[in-house]
């Protein structure tokens, strides 16, 4: 008899861990299902889809259910898992169209659920043409919406993910309000002199920030959205784009098995649950955080596939052979013709996780100086570490699209929990075409350890 794999959720985590699972062992039944009816929808591209930059709303996916199957795996769309039963190793399946349900045994299930988009909750959420940032429907919705020569004022909430719909919109000629409680674009993520960089780059677009402001209400006409109240006056609205934050798809999960005070799936090194033959990938779960040193959110499609691919190797071992080596976290924010990349820990896992850090900030031109300005782009670097080892904890870089690829190198040395003093020392290449005398990220930790340079 096969031993049956069940796989909840068929994005990036679910995903990878059905092909692992059907490239390396043989004789598995493995099944994802999936509650939406287009499979692996990339919101991720989204941006990019607007912008009129892919091939179609239907190529941006992972993957289509016919590659699965053609490997031997089943998916089944259309369908969300209700109930887990840990007793019976069985889940409960809803068919979304006419709402039969099905018991399925499982011999191992992989939950891959991931999280949704959180709506406000405040009064006229329930309108037209307020839409949540996330998800094949809502890309089919906003395009729609940028090509109507009728929504003329767009409000976007939210100036994390939010700064993408801000960038189409403006691009599109509409009118575009960001709102944000924050005091600043992205404060979160980065440092006050990258946050300073973006807002006159949304600025230096006609952008209209209203930052430190909360959303009291929705009001409109014959059910369709035309204002947004605020704490500081209303907004004319013709469409509302939210993006302000995540939480959990893990309701259904609640008595099942053990969820942390934040609703996310509690796992141990080897991604098992609080029950036997259950185990948890992706934005659900808090996975091991190499910077902080312990449990720690990682919402991101890379971290979901080398979830998946760890535990795929190790699922059918009695006791793993190794635990999960944990994950160092990289993530780009750009908008117009800022770009930043940032890994490891940013400023909000900082406060959050009360480590005893320090922040520097590095500003310089990639090449020397005697290359004119205008083909030598300025970049600021930052670097987080621990005040006693000076272990790098996290840093960023904000220049060019080919400069923030240096992210990558912290995110290694980070990863082998390198020191101020490693990255100062190591070694790159260098020539005037592309580079300094010193690399910019050994200026960067020389310049944390209170060295400066000034070769030109």
């Known amino acids: 008899m096969q031993e049956k794999i069940v796989i909840i959720g068929a994005s990036h985590g679910g995903h990878e861990a059905a092909i692992e699972l059907l490239d390396k062992y043989q004789g598995l039944d493995v099944t994802i ?23 179609g709303i239907n190529d941006v996916r992972n993957f289509a259910p016919e590659d699965l199957e053609a490997r031997g795996g089943k998916v089944v769309s259309g369908h969300e898992v209700v109930e887990v039963n840990p007793q019976s190793k069985q889940i409960t399946v809803k068919n979304i169209k006419n709402g039969e349900l099905e018991q399925v045994h499982y011999d191992k299930l992989i939950i891959s659920s991931g999280v949704n988009a959180a709506n406000l909750p405040v009064p006229g959420n329930d309108l037209a043409n307020i839409y949540l940032m996330r998800g094949y429907e809502a890309a089919q919705k906003i395009e729609a919406a940028k090509n109507n020569p009728n929504i003329k004022n767009v409000v976007v909430i939210g100036a994390g993910n939010g700064i993408n719909a801000v960038e189409v919109m403006e691009k599109y000629g509409k009118n575009v309000t960001l709102i944000d409680a924050g005091k600043r674009p992205l404060e979160n993520y980065l440092p006050e002199e990258f946050t300073d960089i973006f807002a006159s780059e949304m600025e230096k677009h006609h952008v209209n920030l209203m930052m430190e402001t909360k959303v009291e209400s929705f009001t409109g006409e014959n059910g369709q959205v035309s204002k947004v109240v605020t704490d500081k006056g209303e907004v004319a609205a013709d469409l509302v784009i939210i993006a302000a934050g ?16 934040m609703g996310y799936i509690q796992v141990d090194d080897y991604f098992r649950t609080s029950v036997t033959d259950v185990y948890a990938i992706g934005d659900a779960i808090w996975p091991f955080s190499i910077p902080a040193n312990t449990y720690a959110p990682n919402p991101s499609a890379v971290a979901a596939r080398h979830e998946a691919q760890y535990l795929v190797d190790h699922l059918f071992e009695a006791k793993p ?7 160092v976290g990289a993530q780009v924010l750009e908008v117009f013709d800022a770009h930043a990349a940032i890994t490891g820990l940013n400023l909000r896992a900082m406060k959050f996780l009360k480590i005893d850090a320090k922040i520097s900030i590095y500003k310089d031109r990639i090449r020397p100086a005697y290359i004119p300005e205008d083909q030598n782009t300025k970049v600021l670097t930052y670097l987080i570490y621990n005040k006693a080892s000076h272990q790098i904890l996290g840093g960023g870089v904000l220049g060019g699209p080919a400069q923030v690829s240096l992210t990558n190198v912290l995110s290694l040395a980070i990863r082998q929990k390198l020191t101020l003093e490693d990255l100062a020392e190591q070694d790159f290449f260098f020539s005037p075409s ?7 990220l050994n200026l960067a930790a020389k310049d944390a350890l209170g060295y400066k340079r000034f070769d030109r």
């Open 434 to 440: 592309y580079d300094r005398q010193w690399n910019l």
């Open 321 to 327: 052979s190794r635990p999960f080596p944990g994950l």
């Open 246 to 261: 995540i939480k959990p798809a893990t309701d259904y999960l609640d008595g099942a098995i053990e969820l942390n005070k």
């Open 33 to 55: 299902y999936e509650a939406g009816d287009f499979v692996s929808f990339m919101s991720c591209g989204m941006k990019l889809f607007l912008e009129q930059k892919t091939t």
